[in-house]
């Protein structure tokens, strides 16, 4: 059954215009259809879907605390298997980068290793948004944020690195790990279809463009983000039980975009373009990833 | 108000009765006879404020696509971000300032 054309994800939410995060909802609810449950940790998705006493979700959807979706994802599976309901029930869990990367870890790595039969999305805006743009591991080398302060002492915003949440995931050895960007909707689509066909751990890590902490116009949310894949900044591809030899680049960009395409339109990079070598080791960890993946793909 | 036990919600996709269209600086228009009916406005609208309707009652850029759906905005739901202006591969959808 297509469920393209129903709309689970209901407007009236409180997202800012412009937000990413409710396009990769609507879209993930179309491909997993009406046998869902949602499993959601706090954060701006959770916040702007459900201003009391109303909701946005026309599926079952549960909210946790900041820390703990992935367990409760756990127990819903745990739960259905028990009272024997387990079949064709799809549990997807959406998480930010701060609840997933950060304090949200442990429980979700618990729930690779024990083999849950989950779906697990994290929406990446790149830092704590709900809470005014704090930076968080996810945050990119280089980015203002409101905790990473730029001035004349501090030039550069966040000086450490991105954690790379998805090649951590492949790590666990789960049967299937992703990259995923919505302004590239066929892959994406197919990403959530292969995962949901897939039994045990799934975890897929989509860009999510924040016009509010990003800070550019937003009516560019979605040709930012595909900036970010042309430019192999958020390059897409999946890889199957660990394997690591075997990844799969979803999108060859033919010649890969400068970054400073994609940097130049947000304003939490413009302090970058007073630090031109700062963009060159931009340019160079992206080179450093492609040299080595591109050849095994 | 009264809270709910669990301050549960019961009423699905209840944020539809809080219309969000007075956030709009700006107005999308769809010029349908611009509109090749690809759909990709529908596809990236966040809210979604976009609906699928029945085609055969709109202008048409091209007679062959009479039968295909149309994009319709919901401007009681639109907040005005101007990613279906952006996004929209034949500049069919203008963009014009709110003005009371
Ligand atoms: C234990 C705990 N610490 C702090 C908070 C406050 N808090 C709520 S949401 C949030 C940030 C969420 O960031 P992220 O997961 O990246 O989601 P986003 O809001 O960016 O979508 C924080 C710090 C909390 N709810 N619980
Ligand atoms: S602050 Fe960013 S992530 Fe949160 S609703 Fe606004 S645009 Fe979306
Ligand atoms: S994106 Fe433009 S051409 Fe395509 S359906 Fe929307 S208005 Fe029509
Ligand atoms: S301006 Fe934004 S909210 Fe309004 S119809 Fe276009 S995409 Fe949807
Ligand atoms: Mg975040």
């Excluded at chain 1, 001035?151 to 000086?159: M, N, V």
Aim: with cysteine; net charge positive; proline share 7%.
């Amino acid at each position: 059954m297509n469920y393209e054309d129903m709309e689970f994800f209901a407007p009236g939410h409180r997202a800012c215009a412009g937000c990413a995060a409710p396009i990769i909802v609507k879209w993930v609810l179309k491909i997993s259809g009406p046998k869902t449950i949602v499993v959601n940790a706090t954060g701006c998705l959770e916040v702007f879907s459900t201003p009391y006493p109303h909701t946005s979700w026309r599926l079952p959807w549960i909210h946790t605390a900041f820390e703990n979706a992935a367990a409760t994802a756990s127990g819903i599976d745990a739960a259905l298997k028990a009272i024997g309901k387990r079949d064709d029930v799809n549990i997807v869990v959406f998480g930010g980068d701060g609840g997933t990367s950060d304090i949200g870890f442990q429980s979700l790595s618990g729930m690779a290793e024990r083999g849950h039969n989950i779906l697990y999305i994290m929406y990446d805006n790149e830092a704590y948004m709900n809470t005014g743009i704090q930076r968080s591991s996810s945050t990119p080398f280089g980015a203002w944020t409101s905790t990473t302060q730029v001035g004349p002492s501090r030039p550069l915003g966040k000086e450490e690195f991105k954690k790379p949440i998805a090649e951590i995931m492949a790590a666990h050895k789960i049967p299937y790990v992703a990259t995923a960007n919505p302004a590239f909707l066929p892959d994406f689509k197919a990403k959530i279809q292969k995962a949901l066909s897939i039994k045990g751990p799934k975890f897929i890590h989509t860009i999510s463009s924040c016009t509010t902490g990003w800070r550019h116009d937003p009516s560019k949310t979605i040709e930012i983000m595909r900036l970010a894949t042309e430019t192999g900044i958020f390059p897409l591809w999946e890889i199957e039980n660990g394997d690591f030899s075997k990844i799969k680049i979803t999108y060859m960009p033919k010649q890969r975009k400068p970054v400073e395409e994609y940097l130049k339109p947000q304003g939490r990079f413009r302090h970058l373009f007073n630090e031109p070598e700062k963009i060159k080791e931009i340019q160079k960890m992206v080179d450093e990833w492609w040299a080595k993946f591109e050849t095994k793909s | 108000m009264k809270i709910s036990r669990g301050a549960t919600i019961t009423e699905p996709g209840s944020t539809s009765l809080e219309e969000t269209g007075s956030w709009r600086t700006f107005r999308p228009v769809i010029r349908y006879e611009k509109c090749i009916r690809c759909m990709i406005c529908w596809n990236f609208c966040p809210e979604p404020a976009i609906e699928k309707k029945e085609g055969e009652n709109y202008p048409v850029a091209n007679p062959k696509l009479i039968k295909m759906p149309v994009p319709v905005i919901n401007y009681n739901f639109c907040k005005g971000c101007g990613i279906c202006v952006n996004e929209c591969p034949t500049k069919a959808i203008d963009f014009i300032r709110e003005e009371k």
